[in-house]
């Protein structure tokens, strides 16, 4: 997907792309116990091309003899913009639960889950990472 972002002087592309898999299952063994697993895959990735301007502006003069104003308010070095732009990273998360109904109003919870993102085009510093999360609840029904 490409789409143009920028203003009616400039003409810059940035491209878009996303992808998401998600599956999910619940079982019942027996007629108390339930379980479910939900396991989910996200690849993102986006990037500017270089930022590129068709000329200034109205009331200014061509780029080879700008005026003052023109110089003073705009700096065209854009050179590492398309760089630092760069999008590229994915995430993973699985959870595994269990439901245990105790009495008919009262049941045991539990929830383990699995978290994993990865930066492959990291700007300012490496943000990969996993994080474990156990969730364990007691629910009542009235």
Request: charged residues 15%; glycine residues 6%.
């Amino acid at each position: 997907m490409v789409s143009q972002v920028g203003s009616i002087y400039s003409d810059n592309d940035y491209t878009i792309k996303n992808h998401v898999l998600y599956a999910s299952a619940l079982f019942t063994p027996v007629k108390r116990v339930s379980l479910n697993l939900d396991v989910s895959y996200s690849k993102s990735e986006a990037d500017f091309n270089s930022v590129r301007f068709s000329g200034p502006p109205a009331g200014y003069t061509t780029w080879n003899n700008p005026s003052p104003a023109w110089q003073a308010g705009f700096n065209p070095d854009f050179s590492g913009f398309s760089d630092y732009s760069d999008l590229d990273q994915s995430r993973f998360e699985c959870s595994l639960g269990c439901n245990v109904q105790l009495y008919k109003a009262l049941a045991l919870a539990g929830v383990v889950t699995y978290r994993k993102y990865t930066d492959d085009e990291p700007y300012l510093y490496d943000a990969d990472g996993s994080l474990w999360v156990f969730n364990v609840g007691l629910n009542y029904t009235f």
